[in-house]
């Protein structure tokens, strides 16, 4: 159990934490190359000025040993920064490095001159104070701890060297001192205020890209399913076809408003039909599905349905052939399109033979009196897509039809082929007389000379599926046809369509009706709900995966770009070059324009305080600060306002 005040994190939000940690040592870079410019600046300065005048540098030993010490130093770090030859955790050691050099260099000024004052340096501490806070790599706690041990080193050291070691008492020295220490007490809250908002900013930044890109990628896995659903729909070539057609068309119009109007109104208005000749057409029908579907419920039909023409899909992709439509139990497909095929009329004639074969194991099976009848033709035919708002891709021509009536006048469990068709397959199948003229009117009108084709597998047993299971006499008495055939079809595994959102749990829901069984609904096999959790939690972890990878590489950009120039802002100004963006960014609300007002009234009481320690006429001080003071504290109210009104009203219910 975790201690008390204390929680958990999972790992995702351990990977998050890391991610903002180097988000923030980016954030860190600028301001840290920045005081080292400065403070190179300021030592290369010194020792110009101090060779300049003259000086003496054996009298000022100290002095040019450590400014010259200090710059070094500072270079040294400066490469080290800008080449990144340390990694990102050094920064924090190269941060202390810093900081004690600026220290050093602060003694040094006091101590190497001839006079030593109570408030000598105290300007240098106050920056070195600051910016321990506000430009130097540190965490909160690490920054008061450093600015603590940099003020009371400050006092103990100019206490010791004013009282211990000098010979002319100063009678003013403790109030000077005091005021010294509210001085680095005035610094170190405003630093602290100052990292804390950072902290807060950044904080903020982050989730901010962070959910930025989460949306992005979502919106880019939702375009991806609408993508694969079109391509379910329609062919992919003319999916692109058409998609490019729209953007065409919403480029030429530049108004939003026309643009949404063209979207809603009119999705397009080309038509999509290509001619396409030396193609193989199949239809194929499941004989007896209208006696197996007069026995089940509609939910079950529509399962049975589902993974039978799934694992028809599968033979229509392992065969090169594109099924064009499903109506009712009529499967129909074609080869050749949109790339032809030289073997297209081999295609579908063993797609026939291996559904008929499917089939035939279903109803050796299960025992369910249920067969296929299947008609190809060779020929011509016109396909594409029709219709203005709601889409289909069909294929039209005389050889269609003439498909569609082959296979009404065939035979269950038969391939039924035209002689166009056997002239394409070059022998490939041994056919025997089809006589389909006897069985459809409309083949005897046109006088179409039809075929047979003889399975090679009923001539040879080695070439049968190792995988056909035994007649199950006895399995399933009491269950009717439809449940036994849906639970062996469940049992093929065939990927049937939107897989990953069907859900068992959902077909059960009306199972009991007023605490009765359903005769027609048998529950059929559940999916565990505890595989569809550990599915969704898989899915889960790798989006989270890819999220990070992205908030990864996006964070890794910004490190190259730390120096780019913005084309959003101004370097110097920090204004926006667009007026619009840069109104709507001066129109936003401050939050914390309250605490902006507390902090600027605790920097005034900080000035009063050390006006009070080292004036001698504080009666008018006190007069004229105490009017500013309850003007700040009415501003103060003013501000807080609504914040007490909120916990006076807490208070009072």
Known sequence: MPAKGKYLLNDQELKNEALYRKFSCISQYQPLVLLLGLSMLSCGILLILFFALRLSAEKHCAFVSVVSGSLCVFVAVFVLVCTEMLSQRWRHLLGLVVWATHLTMGYTFIFSGPLILPWDQVPFFLFIIFTVYTMLPFQLWYAVVLSIISSVSYILALTLRLTLFSHQPSPYLANQLLSSAVVFLCGSVVGAFHKVLMEKTLRQTFQDILRCLSMRMKLEIEKRQQENLLQSVLPVYISMKMKLAIMERLKECKDKEEQQRLVKDNNFHSLYVKRHENVSILYADIVGFTQLASDCSPKELVIMLNELFGKFDQIAKENECMRIKILGDCYYCVSGLPVSLPKHAKNCVKMGLDMCEAIKQVREATGVDINMRVGVHSGNVLCGVIGLRKWQFDVWSHDVTLANHMESGGLPGRVHITEATLKHLNKAYEVEEGNGHLRDTYLKELNVKTYLVIDPRSKDPS???????????NDGLKMRASVRMTRYLESWGAVKPFAHLQSREGYMTDA?????????????????SNKVNERNKSQKSKFDEELHNEMTTTIDELSNKQWSKSEETSSLSLWFPKKDLEKQYRALDLPMFKHYVGCATFIFLCIFLVQLLVTNNRKILGMSFGVLVCVLLLTLAICFAGHLQ???SLIVT
Request: net charge positive; charged share 30%; hydrophobic share 35%.
């Open 463 to 473: 070439l049968k599926s190792r995988s056909v299971p035994k007649p199950r006499v």
């Open 512 to 528: 009991m009706v007023n605490g009765k069984s359903r005769c027609k609904d048998i529950p059929l096999r559940l999916a565990p």
């Open 646 to 648: 909120v916990s006076l």
